[in-house]
């Protein structure tokens, strides 16, 4: 990946179960954002968060950053079995124009 | 609402041809992106527009190019296709805040994608 890594790769989980993804990256940033894909969509903006705040929420969404790790999680609580997809979190680079994804970590949640 | 329309949906080229994907932004977003994403992969920026004017470029081949027109759809031309350049190719826009645009926060909304196919 151009900037980002995220972990696990993939994710199995039991419906009502909770998910978590986490993203690492290496340079300065103003922003990270989470997406989500279906299967060869387009991607769906969740959530963004900037880099002076540590922890947003949106709906079943939680998401932390760490400027200091350089790294973020996305929580997604409760899960559904329409929650499965690729989650890619996106990073907003100082300075730039650029959003970098990351390598994405493919979430499946069985009924 | 109005959202990021690419064409064509699918294409298939041979070796050695040219294709065009062509994006047209959500109304009044100033800002274009096109993605490459290949089989399994992440989306790998190619390169990005504001107000018309190239500010980003990323993993682009130099036998790619792109433009953005005045009513400011963009077009990303590519020659010489390879078999490697069989991938999705998104096309996003944003608008962003006032301000140093360098230092905004801006979401992508993304198009539905453009499936290159090289035989």
């Known amino acids: 990946s151009q900037q980002g890594e995220e972990d696990p790769q993939a994710l199995s989980i039991q419906e009502g179960e909770n998910a978590t993804m986490n993203c690492s990256y290496k340079?300065?940033?103003?922003?990270l954002q989470w997406y989500r894909q279906n299967s060869g969509r387009g991607l769906v903006h969740l959530i963004l968060?900037?880099?002076?705040?540590r922890e947003k929420h949106s709906g079943r969404l939680r998401v932390t950053l760490d400027t200091s790790k350089k790294s973020s999680s996305l929580l997604i609580t409760a899960s559904r079995a329409a929650d499965t997809a690729s989650y890619f979190c996106a990073t907003g680079l100082s300075g730039t124009y650029k959003y970098i994804f990351g390598t994405g970590t493919r979430l499946k949640v069985l009924a | 609402a109005a959202g990021v329309i690419q064409s064509p949906r699918h294409l298939i080229k041979e070796k050695r041809e040219t294709a065009t994907l062509k994006c047209y932004p959500i109304p009044r977003h100033d800002t274009v992106y096109w993605y490459q994403q290949g089989p399994g992969q992440d989306p790998q920026f190619l390169i990005s527009f504001y107000e018309k004017m190239q500010s980003d470029k990323g993993s682009i081949p130099d036998r790619f190019s792109a433009q953005q027109f005045s009513d400011y759809h963009s077009e990303l031309n590519m020659s010489s296709l390879e078999l490697g350049d069989s991938a999705l190719y998104f096309c996003?826009?944003?608008?962003?805040?006032?301000?140093?645009?360098?230092?905004?926060?801006?979401?992508?909304?993304f198009g539905a994608g453009s499936r290159l196919t090289v035989l």
């Open positions: 340079t300065s940033i103003n922003n």
């Open positions: 996003a826009s944003s608008f962003m805040r006032q301000g140093s645009p360098r230092s905004g926060a801006n979401v992508l909304t």
């Open positions: 968060i900037r880099s002076n705040e």
